[in-house]
């Protein structure tokens, strides 16, 4: 067992969930999808290239100093993104066509996997009284994806960044979800996998913060990093 802090000692009132990396993380992964696509334009990859690629093209252009988002914007983040994975490919090919079914594929369940523990802890806290929430960067291909998986009504409430205008770190997008919880922040519980998106802007926010990581469980006086999601069922409600 690890030393809790107060992230999960303290009760909560609700418990809001990052979902790439978090909840669902593609499979069997990004390059091995990027690959089979390519081949049906007849484009031959190296899975493991492009997925290394993938990676790299994330890093330099998949998060921006400015947090202003909507849907148009993050087709083209994602338009940029997979054109610099690809940019090694010397062979000529459609890339309209290629970025568009790639933009499909991935609102596909089959795609992705759900984290082992995810339906179980999200139902069991859900029945103890907690309110959850979808609090993630994503755009409109998140609704159909839940559904996909039956999770939909899993949640309260799906504060997705694309809708709001902002993305995590920015701190407006956690007052909007504060707002519509209405909760003060120190009744709230972030779960993410992101040091920079999750753990570091919920805390600026005052709120709680779970990191999930393949670390060891570890805990500190602001913030617990955890392998899986079993021990928020550990959490005490706020009443």
Same mark, same amino acid.
């Given at each position: 067992?690890?030393?809790?802090?107060h992230?999960?000692?303290?009760?909560v &009132? &609700?418990?809001?969930?990052?979902?790439? !990396?978090?909840?669902?993380t /593609?499979?069997p992964?990004?390059?091995e999808?990027?690959?089979?696509?390519?081949?049906?334009? !007849?484009?031959?990859?190296?899975s493991?290239?492009?997925?290394?690629r %993938?990676s #790299?093209?994330?890093?330099?252009?998949?998060k921006?100093?400015?947090?202003?988002t909507?849907? +148009?914007?993050?087709?083209e983040?994602?338009?940029r993104?997979?054109? #610099?994975? %690809?940019r090694f490919?010397?062979? #000529?090919?459609k890339?309209?066509?290629?970025?568009s079914?790639l933009? *499909?594929?991935?609102t +596909?369940p089959?795609?992705?996997?759900?984290?082992d523990d995810?339906?179980?802890?999200?139902?069991?806290?859900?029945?103890?009284?907690?309110?959850?929430a979808?609090?993630?960067?994503w755009?409109?291909?998140?609704?159909?994806?839940?559904? !996909?998986? !039956?999770?939909?009504?899993?949640?309260d409430? +799906? %504060?997705?960044?694309s *809708?709001?205008?902002?993305?995590? /770190?920015?701190p407006?997008?956690f007052?909007?979800a *504060?707002?519509?919880?209405?909760?003060? /922040?120190?009744?709230?519980?972030?779960?993410g996998?992101s040091?920079?998106?999750?753990?570091?802007?919920?805390l600026a926010?005052?709120?709680?913060?779970?990191?999930?990581?393949?670390e060891?469980?570890?805990a500190?006086?602001?913030?617990?990093?955890?392998?899986?999601?079993?021990?928020l +069922?550990d959490?005490?409600?706020?009443?």
């Open positions: 067992m690890f030393r809790q802090s992230a999960l000692t303290n009760p &009132a &609700a418990v809001t969930f990052d979902v790439g !990396g978090t909840l669902l /593609p499979h992964n990004v390059g999808i990027y690959q089979e696509v390519l081949k049906n334009h !007849g484009v031959h990859a190296d493991a290239h492009l997925n290394s %993938f #790299e093209a994330w890093k330099i252009l998949g921006t100093a400015d947090c202003k909507n849907d +148009l914007r993050e087709i983040k994602w338009r993104v997979v054109r #610099e994975t %690809f490919l010397d062979t #000529e090919f890339f309209d066509q290629i970025f079914e933009w *499909e594929t991935f +596909l089959h795609r992705w996997q759900l984290r995810s339906r179980k802890t999200i139902t069991a806290i859900r029945q103890r009284g907690f309110r959850t979808v609090l993630s960067n755009d409109s291909r998140l609704r159909p994806l839940l559904r !996909g998986f !039956g999770l939909l009504g899993s949640f409430h +799906l %504060f997705i960044s *809708e709001i205008g902002w993305e995590k /770190p920015d407006r997008i007052r909007t *504060e707002e519509q919880l209405g909760l003060p /922040p120190e009744q709230i519980l972030h779960v996998d040091p920079e998106q999750d753990l570091a802007p919920a926010a005052g709120w709680r913060c779970v990191l999930i990581s393949d060891a469980n570890s500190t006086e602001t913030g617990v990093t955890l392998r899986n999601l079993e021990p +069922l959490l005490r409600l706020a009443t």
